[in-house]
């Protein structure tokens, strides 16, 4: 059988391309933890130092390191503060034109790649999928110190700040410090009041357009976030991340007063504050002051009677989030929360280790008067003020 000249044409471009496919992965560098390819056999070197830790370039001015020799150029941008890239429809400036193009994308509402689960869609494919482990539970970037391990590179880069202590970024208006730039260019917002992005339910107002489509699913109730081993959903990836540790276990977070370990360093820092008396955050309506200021914004809406919160079932309307998730387990039926021991289900974790203490017969609460334990906060808090009544 003989080909016409464009059939045999049109047969040898086919084979060429082939050859090309082939040759072109035969060229590919595979990174043997993560899977991740590179054409360069140097750059598979560079993306490795994400796994190892390993950070050869060192800024000379502050010390702080680098995987890569790119990382370092651009941390030098914060020294000098030169922004040399110019976008020409807001006027931000950028220290490279790479991050300029990104950039300008966010005008067009370009957003190509689009995430199978959840719909959210993204400017970059690197960005999609680094979201499409949020679903999966997938996390390639192990900590070399502790063990832990995150979704993201980036992820891994800030924990790694938790062991060193770093943290390089100050705010001239309150002193605080911070591991990222780009967290300190987010905590400045709060001296300036600063929350464009309103919630059309209630009027609740962020910072972030990120916070506000997470916030917005405590009004549609979708939980796009669901846990591989039970099947439990959340609103937002911290919300299954923090619920993964419920069957790892795992709390690397320990206190130094008092040894009780936690599943991050903010849930710790919280903590901290009990040993201190710190409550710097005070009720303008009656004076009450406590240790975080979201505790102190849901205790003023007692006061000034704030129910933004609706259930769509019995339109029930509740001041916190949380109490209207409890409370829509009413009409699901759900109890979420399993005992180890028997077969018992509850609509609350406060009520599982309640329930839990009867099997275990452990009773954290004790009286430091007369050395007595319970196994609630309420009952020891009864059983102390019989003391002051039999003192006076």
Do not use: W
Request: hydrophobic fraction near 25%; include cysteine.
């Amino acid at each position: 059988m003989s080909y016409s000249e464009p059939s045999r044409i049109k047969h040898e471009d086919t084979e060429e391309q082939t050859d090309l496919a082939e040759i072109k992965q035969q060229r590919l560098h595979t990174c043997s933890q993560c899977g991740k390819s590179f054409r360069k056999k140097e750059n598979l070197n560079v993306h490795m130092r994400i796994h190892t830790g390993e950070k050869p370039y060192t800024c000379p001015q502050c010390g702080k390191s680098f995987t890569a020799a790119a990382g370092l150029s651009y941390h030098l941008h914060i020294h000098s503060g030169e922004k040399p890239f110019n976008c020409d429809q807001c006027g931000k400036k950028f220290i490279s034109s790479s991050i300029l193009k990104q950039h300008q994308k966010v005008h067009s509402d370009e957003k190509p790649h689009v995430c199978t689960f959840c719909g959210k869609t993204f400017i970059k494919k690197g960005n999609l999928n680094v979201h499409m482990r949020v679903h999966t539970g997938k996390k390639l970037y192990t900590c070399p110190q502790c063990g832990k391990s995150f979704t993201a590179a980036a992820g891994l880069s800030y924990h790694l700040h938790i062991h060193s202590g770093e943290k390089p970024f100050n705010c001239d208006q309150c002193g605080k410090k911070f591991i990222s730039s780009s967290i300190l260019k987010q905590h400045q917002k709060v001296h300036s009041d600063e929350k464009p992005h309103v919630c059309t339910f209630c009027g609740k107002t962020f910072i972030k357009k990120g916070n506000l489509n997470v916030h917005m699913r405590v009004h549609t109730g979708k939980k796009l976030y669901t846990c591989p081993q039970c099947g439990k959903s959340f609103a937002d990836s911290s919300g299954l991340s923090y619920h993964l540790h419920i069957h790892s276990g795992e709390k690397p977070f320990n206190c130094d007063q008092c040894d009780k370990k936690f599943i991050s360093s903010s849930c710790l820092k919280q903590h901290q504050k009990v040993h201190s008396d710190e409550k710097p955050h005070v009720c303008s309506y009656c004076g009450k002051s406590f240790s975080r200021l979201n505790s102190c914004k849901l205790h003023q809406k007692t006061h000034n009677e704030v129910r933004d919160h609706m259930c769509f079932e019995c339109g029930k309307s509740f001041t916190v989030a949380a109490v209207l998730t409890r409370h829509q387990r009413i009409h699901t039926g759900e109890k979420p929360y399993k005992c180890s021991y028997c077969d018992k289900s509850f609509t609350v974790s406060g009520s599982l280790k309640r329930h839990e203490g009867l099997h275990t017969g452990e009773k954290p609460y004790h009286c430091t008067q007369c050395g007595k334990s319970f196994t609630r906060l309420r009952i020891l808090v009864t059983h102390i003020k019989k003391h002051c009544s039999v003192s006076e």
